[in-house]
């Protein structure tokens, strides 16, 4: 069973490892009566805090458990913490992944020392394909979150968080398979169970959240969200068994507000956190819990994104947070249109970025173009702003 020595046990044998992480006050993102502090996992040895639960687990094998060698499967950041383990222990490794797994972690696990078999499908196809290597091969199963070794590992932050704000209010901890959540919900409950635990999932992949509504672990039909750390369709047993007894709720973000929580941590606090890590913060920000006048911990999972996801969420981010925006204007095709739209958006202050100058549409009047703006904008109420200007100025907005 789960117990608080097994995690202060975790915490001693991970010492030589796994890095204290810092705990920071985030002063940007501490507005309007909240108070916002980020346990910045995604600076951990690996980039996410997987490292814990996977070394751990592995350093309490047997000898033939080794000498079978490891098998594993994760979307990336556990097949880190296994490679790197297993390798540092002299034992052979094998991770399955879901051949959508981003490139760079995919890598990364190679470059750590792990076999790397790409499967079809999601976490889960992924999961019964190692499963039944498993079978085939006689290796020894690390499994990402429902073991109750690889749940002391991840407890071991609860830990740290005490340690580091004895005094704090609030948690958020992302869930995917619950393994973390339930490690850092059994640390922090079992010696401060006043600390309210907050438990965050994308709201395309809400596997914890739906089997805590139906009573027992379901199985979604499908998960679709960026942040591939936590696209997991059913959750463990173990991990639902503690989230069910240690957890106080368990809530849900949108694609959008994750892409907003990756931006505001770049360009706000210099952090780098990939989907599964931010969407704690965005929890944070988007009110999904009352947290003002509260100490609230962010917990920062992992920093392990893809350049070529980042690029594409930072414009999602910028669009969510209103700091990019398009206008469609109907204009009459005679001179002078263009420098009177574009006067306005500077008069606002605003940034044109594109345009585009159309009037092939055979829907519109012969004598009418359609101009299409992009725009830098500093928030909701500059974008509103120029609309109205626009729509005063006798400008029609199509959209």
């Not at 501490?30 to 996410?48: A, P, R, Y």
């Not at 704090?168 to 640390?187: E, H, K, R, Y």
């Not at 694609?255 to 890590?277: M, N, R, T």
Request: proline residues 3%; hydrophobic residues 45%.
């Amino acid at each position: 069973m789960l117990t608080l020595d097994r995690i202060y046990h975790a915490a001693y044998i991970l010492k030589p490892v796994a890095r204290k992480t810092d705990l920071i006050y985030a002063a940007n993102l501490s507005k309007d009566g909240k108070s916002i502090w980020l346990k910045t996992e995604n600076l951990q040895l690996t980039g996410s805090f997987k490292l814990r639960g996977a070394y751990y687990k592995i350093s309490q094998l047997g000898e033939a458990q080794r000498a079978a060698g490891i098998i594993a499967c994760s979307a990336g950041n556990h097949a880190q913490g296994v490679a790197l383990a297993a390798t540092r222990m002299g034992i052979k490794s094998i991770v399955c992944m879901p051949d959508g797994a981003p490139i760079s972690k995919v890598e990364a696990t190679k470059a750590l020392g792990a076999e790397v078999c790409l499967v079809k499908g999601a976490y889960d196809d992924a999961y019964q394909h190692a499963v039944k290597l498993q079978e085939e091969t006689g290796m020894t199963f690390i499994h990402p979150f429902n073991d109750e070794e690889v749940i002391a590992g991840q407890g071991t932050i609860g830990l740290e968080i005490l340690d580091q704000l004895s005094d704090v209010d609030t948690v958020f901890v992302p869930i995917g398979g619950g393994g973390l959540i339930s490690g850092v919900a059994f640390a922090i409950k079992s010696l401060a169970p006043n600390v309210q635990v907050i438990g965050v999932q994308a709201e395309n992949a809400p596997g914890m959240a739906e089997s805590l509504k139906q009573g027992a672990p379901v199985t979604l039909e499908t998960v679709r969200t960026f942040a591939d750390g936590i696209a997991v369709k059913h959750p463990g047993d173990i991990t639902f068994d503690l989230v069910s007894r240690y957890v106080d709720r368990v809530v849900t973000v949108t694609e959008d507000e994750i892409a907003a929580a990756i931006l505001a941590l770049i360009e706000k606090q210099k952090v780098i956190a990939e989907g599964a890590g931010a969407v704690s913060v965005a929890a944070a920000l988007f009110d999904k819990v009352p947290i003002e006048g509260k100490k609230a911990v962010c917990l920062v999972s992992g920093g392990n994104i893809d350049v070529n996801i980042l690029s594409r969420v930072i414009t999602r981010g910028l669009i969510t947070a209103g700091r990019n925006a398009t206008l469609q204007i109907a204009l009459e095709d005679k001179p002078g249109q263009l420098v009177g739209v574009a006067r306005i958006v500077s008069e606002c202050g605003a940034n044109v970025v594109r345009v585009d100058h159309g009037s092939s549409d055979p829907s519109t009047p012969i004598t009418s173009c359609m101009l299409t703006i992009g725009m830098e904008t500093r928030d909701f109420a500059q974008i509103e702003e120029i609309r109205r200007k626009l729509k005063a100025a006798g400008f029609r907005i199509v959209n």
